[in-house]
Every structure is written in C-alpha cells, then in structure tokens.
C-alpha cells in the first residue's frame, strides 16, 4: 500500500475506511446537541411546516417548486432549496430530531464529498481527512447546520462540490464532454438553490488552472479550459439573464431594505466575517453587535496571524488564494445591512484547508520550533473546537425556549377554543428577563395559513384592536411559558 499519507481513493486499506468511518461518526457525535434539540430557530422553517399541514407536500412543491424572478432580487428564487426543507420540515412538531438529522445528513455528504475531492486533487490522505473533520466541526458550518432554514446554504455548497469534482475529473478523465454536461447541471441545481452560487464558475475556473498546472506545469495553453470556461459560464448567464430585471430593480434600490446593497456596510461586515471563526461566545450577529467592536478585532488578528502562518508555510499565493476562496461566496451579501452567520457556510471550505495544511506541515516537525508549533496550533484547534460548541449549543438553548413557547401557547389556544371563543388577536407580553423575541421569531407571519391562521400576534398593549373576548391575553416567563 505504501505512505498512508500518499494514497487515491482506489487504494484505500480496510483500515482507512475505518478511520473515515470513525471520522464521520465523531462528525455524528458532535452534533448530538443539534439533533436532539427540540425546537427551531425562525419563522421560516415553521412557514414552510405550516403550508405543507394544511394543505400536503404536493402541494407545497407546485407552489415552492416553481421558478419564479421576482419583483427584486432578493426574492427567493430557490426551488432546489426549498422543496428539501420542505421535506425536513414535515416532521418538525413531531419528530424534530428526524428534521435535524436530515439537516445533518446534508452536511455529513458535503463533508465526504470534499474528502473526495481533496484525496484525488493532493494524493494525501491524512491532510484529506483532517480537513473534513475540521469541515464537519467548523465553527462557520454549524450556524447553517443547526438551522433549518438556513439549508440553502448546506444545499448549494453540496452541489458546488459535486461541480468541483466533475471539474476535477474534466481535466483528468477521458469523457470531458460527458463530464461538461454534469457540471452544467450540478451549477444549475446550486443555482436554483440559492444566488449565491453565481460565485461558482469562477472558483471553479480557477481550480481547473491549478489542476492543468499541476498535471502540465501551465494553464494559458490548454483549450480545454477555454471550452470549459464556456460551459461555466452558460447555467449562470441563463440564471441572470431570466432574473436581469429583478436583479435592476435591487441595484436602484427598489427591493426590500434588507437586500439593498449598500458599499457603507462593507468594512464592518468584513471585519465581523472574518473575525468570527475567533471572536468568544459570539453566536448570531446581533449578538456580535451587543458585544461591540473590540472582540471582533481580537477575532481578526487570531485569524491573519494564522494566514500569515499559512502564507510562511506554502508561500504568498495559497495565502492570496486562501484570502479570496474565503471572501468570494459572501461577496453577494458584504454590502447588505443585515450579516448571517449562515452565509459563512461555504467559507468553512477554506478555512478547514487553512487549519489542516497548518496541522500537516507542524505533524512532522520534531524540532523545537516544530513543538512550539504544535502546541500553539493545538490551543488554536481547541478554541475552534469550542467556537463550533458554542454556537451549537446556542441553537439547543434557543430551541427549547421556542418549543416551550409553542407547546404552552397551544395548550391556551385549545382552552379558549374549547369554551366556544374565536380568537382573532394574540397578546404575548414577555415578562423582565424573557427572551420575547424567541415568540416573535415563532410566529412571525404566520397568521395566512396553518393552525394560527387568521390570528394577529401583537407584543404590546397598544397593538390590541379587538374586543377583549377575541384576545387571548398571555405573558411569557422566563423559562420560555406561555401562560
């Protein structure tokens, strides 16, 4: 079999296997916190759940299945995306943790997926299956993980990767036409997964370079990028040219105020983006936000002085090229007024490269300066480690403070209604100390379908327009109840 460290995907010993196995099962166990968690995190999620219990999936998938411009761009055109929440969200009063494994199980494929492409690009099995554990326990992949809603996200960069790999085996197979087609039709899926994957044929074109460079020492002359470039660029200009007019409208700042671009938003988003895999107890950006400016600054000076390592270890270029693979996917959304944390997804793709190449390069190094090495790159992996449960167990927390809302706030609608009373208005008065923007997450905008439809929910005295015998008229304690 030869070097561990040299090996191809054909070649893989029983044991290997075991190892991946057992990587993909510590992957599992890591998020046992996420899938045990009993409740969700927005609206969206439940908006779906509630379209598909009243009137079924089939119908659900005509109405989210369909490709649709919009007025602006930043309406949602994500069918893909869409009908596999759909899917996940099925079970999700019932048996949440089947909603979050199938989550999980997005994850868990991108993860292999990436080992996949990793294992034939380097030859190098230990630094591929370091990355993808780091990829699986990433502090930027678990906000998207943990949040139902924010699938489209996992859902793209799924389908990206398996771009990436067709890419792969365009340049080293012998089908390249067979090997185009697939391509084509892996951008198509991520495109209509989510906008964001406009970003793609570019990374892929460059990866398509490094790999000609590598096979033939350059790339300027290979015509079969060229052809590639064209087939690259053909799902994403059918993407634009169908969504041209609503995309028009964003830019003149006709769309709605969350998805106005603006060039003001830029260096803060860019600070908080990049400094988050290392800014502590920082989980959603609001939180970010509470805590001011001085931990993300912290988080930024971790995170270059690691990419300066990384530049000192493999030279100015993988630093540069780290540096753009990191930014690219979130170009789209660094000029919006609201940051996500879930748009980090595909960032953890590089980030997982930078922390395995750091842990590849100091592994063998038996000198003093490589022991140094070690130990400081240990305490880094421990702190991303702890970013990943952090955020993790934020959404647990969260969770359990929405189904508690729910759950209490069901039972006083079934006794209102039971005594024969319409209601028309929730009240939810959230006591000192309760998290009352748990409950407007919950119910936002669900008063058009579903088991609350038709109910108005207010969060203040003032808002209340009916009588008091169509109102319900609750408080919320601290321990997320409804009573």
């Known amino acids: 079999m030869g070097n561990n460290s040299e090996m191809t995907v054909q070649r893989l010993s029983s044991k290997s296997w075991l190892i991946l196995s057992l990587v993909l099962l510590l992957g599992v166990v890591a998020h046992i916190p996420a899938i045990s968690n009993p409740g969700f995190y927005n609206h969206d999620e439940w908006q779906k759940y509630d379209h598909i219990k009243e ?29 596999e929440q759909g899917f996940a969200s099925i079970n999700m009063m019932d048996l949440p943790w089947v909603s979050h494994l199938i989550d999980l199980s997005i994850h868990l494929s991108s993860g292999l997926l990436f080992c996949f492409l990793l294992m034939q690009i380097t030859k190098n099995w230990r630094f591929s299956v370091v990355a993808m554990f780091a990829f699986l326990v990433s502090p930027l992949s678990i906000f998207s993980t943990a949040w139902l809603g924010a699938s489209v996200d996992r859902v793209y960069s799924f389908w990206g990767l398996l771009a990436a790999i067709g890419t792969y085996y365009f340049c080293y197979g012998k089908y390249k036409a067979i090997y185009l087609v697939g391509i084509c039709c892996a951008l198509a899926m991520a495109l209509l997964s989510k906008e964001t994957a406009l970003m793609l044929p570019a990374v892929l074109l460059v990866l398509a370079c490094y790999l000609s460079y590598q096979q033939q020492g350059q790339f300027l002359k290979n015509k079969s990028l060229y052809l590639l470039a064209v087939f690259l660029g053909l799902p994403a200009l059918a993407y634009l040219g169908y969504r041209i007019p609503a995309l028009m409208v964003t830019l003149h700042g006709g769309g709605v105020s969350t998805y106005t671009p603006s060039v003001s938003n830029l260096p803060a988003n860019a600070l908080y983006y990049f400094g988050y895999p290392f800014m502590n107890k920082a989980a959603d950006m609001v939180s970010i936000a509470a805590q001011g ?76 300066a490589g022991i140094v090495g070690k130990s400081l790159l240990s305490i880094v992996l421990l702190f991303v480690f702890v970013r990943f449960y952090q955020i993790e167990q934020f959404f647990y927390v969260e969770g359990v403070c929405q189904r508690n809302t729910i759950v209490s706030l069901n039972a006083r609608i079934e006794t209102k209604r039971a005594q024969g009373k319409e209601i028309k208005e929730i009240l939810i008065l959230a006591e000192p100390g309760a998290k009352g923007y748990v409950a407007q997450k919950a119910f936002f905008a669900r008063d058009l379908i579903g088991e609350y439809k038709g109910i108005k929910f207010i969060y203040s005295q003032e808002e209340v327009t009916v009588p008091p015998e169509s109102l319900l008229n609750t408080k919320m304690s601290k321990s997320c109840l409804v009573y």
């Open 293 to 368: 400016s001085k931990n993300a600054w912290l988080g930024l000076l971790v995170h270059t002085i690691l990419v300066g390592c990384l530049i000192y270890c493999y030279g100015l270029l993988r630093g540069l090229l780290y540096l753009g693979f990191y930014f690219v996917f979130l170009v789209p959304v660094l000029m919006l007024p609201q940051p996500g944390a879930h748009y980090l997804y595909a960032s953890s793709i590089p980030f997982s490269l930078l922390l395995a190449g750091l842990f590849n390069k100091t592994f063998s190094m038996n000198s003093r």
């Open 55 to 83: 009137f079924g999936f089939r119908n659900f998938a005509a109405a989210y299945g369909k490709i649709n411009p919009g007025p602006e761009f930043g309406y949602p055109m994500r069918p893909v995306s869409f009908l």
